[in-house]
């Protein structure tokens, strides 16, 4: 394991002296209360403050406490979280909530091992909520601090590694004060958010450009070395847009599977040997339609654990036509782009214009 190429003790004192001039005044940082701290935390894995701050409002308004969160169907819950994208989020934010109140009296934990144990919560989620609410002295290992770590010590290796995890956890681990955990925390969150952001690091605003190797050798904008794209399968869908007096049909996924609870227009897979043409007039015919279909287009979207290559066909029904019972989910255009769609059918959206 590589040591840090500077006193581990002269990050924080260099980080809380920025903090308490340019650290940011976000909702979530008036609290101590460790569920509107894990709430945000959920809400920022994968999304920025500017797009969170609405859907943090509008959840503690509908869901005050941790309890009022588990009695809610996961339904309501996916439906609030809809535009925000990463469903699993949601889902897991359900999970937890249940679980705190059913296992912990409605009280969250305080220690990183045992967040750990709860849906949705990694190690650096566990790091976050216990310094953030509880001043425990946890590490966090986020983006930010990845990034900011890659750069400090010009880690020119791919920085999602095996390797890479082992040595950034340790660095952040010795860089963690005793003192001030909540302050280091989110001083280190902010630098990453606004000054050793992705692209262009504000080099000469940084407190730390004093320590940084990446600055040293002139890498800062090398650095992190891009992450060689994981393989994944590929499965091939054909889905319907079926319209009828200007809305589509719709239906949500069962809340126990895939993409669970999310609302996609009617689809089919594609197996070898078939066509996306063949299987849309099949659901069209499933539906108990018929007529001409025209190729809206096809896209690619990436989910964590494959790629979906998701052709689209729209059709139109008359207006006398009788749709089965159990599908009665017709959505206008305007009500679609606020409905919970998942990525692919998100995307797919776009190419009915409009
Ligand atoms: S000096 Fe530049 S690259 Fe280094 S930590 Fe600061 S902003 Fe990031």
Not at 93 to 105: G, P
Not at 280 to 306: K, V
Request: charged share 25%; with cysteine.
């Amino acid at each position: 394991m590589a040591e840090l190429p500077f006193d581990p003790a002269a990050i924080p004192a260099a980080l809380l002296g920025w903090y308490a001039r340019a650290g940011r005044d976000l909702p979530w940082r008036q609290t101590r209360d460790p569920y509107r701290i894990w709430l945000s935390e959920i809400m920022l894995q994968q999304t920025g403050v500017a797009a969170v701050t609405d859907y943090y409002r509008r959840f503690l308004e509908n869901f005050p406490t941790v309890g009022q969160l588990a009695a809610a169907p996961l339904e309501t819950v996916i439906d609030l979280w809809a535009g925000l994208g990463y469903y699993a989020r949601a889902r897991n934010l359900h999970a937890t909530a249940r679980r705190i109140v059913k296992e912990h009296a409605e009280t969250f934990p305080d220690q990183p091992e045992e967040l750990m144990r709860l849906p949705g919560i990694g190690r650096s989620t566990a790091g976050a909520i216990s310094a953030l609410a509880f001043d425990k002295r946890a590490p966090i290992l986020d983006g930010n601090v990845r990034r900011i770590l890659c750069r400090l010590c010009a880690w020119r290796e791919a920085p999602r590694s095996a390797r890479a995890e082992q040595q950034f956890w340790r660095w952040a681990e010795l860089l963690t004060p005793r003192r001030q955990v909540h302050d280091y925390t989110q001083a280190i969150m902010d630098l990453g958010a606004t000054v050793c952001t992705p692209r262009a690091p504000a080099c000469a605003a940084c407190p730390l450009d004093r320590f940084c190797q990446a600055r040293k050798l002139g890498l800062e904008r090398e650095l992190p070395l891009k992450q060689p794209a994981k393989q994944v399968p590929l499965r091939v869908e054909a889905a319907l847009l079926l319209c009828r007096d200007d809305a589509y049909l719709v239906r949500r996924r069962p809340a126990d599977g895939l993409l669970g609870g999310l609302w996609e227009f009617p689809t089919r897979p594609v197996p070898a040997g078939k066509t996306p043409q063949a299987q849309a007039e099949a659901l069209l015919l499933e539906q108990g339609g018929a007529g001409p279909l025209r190729t809206l287009g096809q896209i690619s979207h990436r989910y964590s654990h494959f790629r979906l290559e998701l052709h689209l066909f729209h059709a139109t029904l008359a207006g006398s036509f009788r749709i089965a019972e159990n599908l009665r989910d017709w959505r206008s255009q305007p009500e679609l782009k606020k409905l919970a769609l998942h990525g692919a059918h998100k995307k797919g959206l776009k190419l009915l214009g409009g």
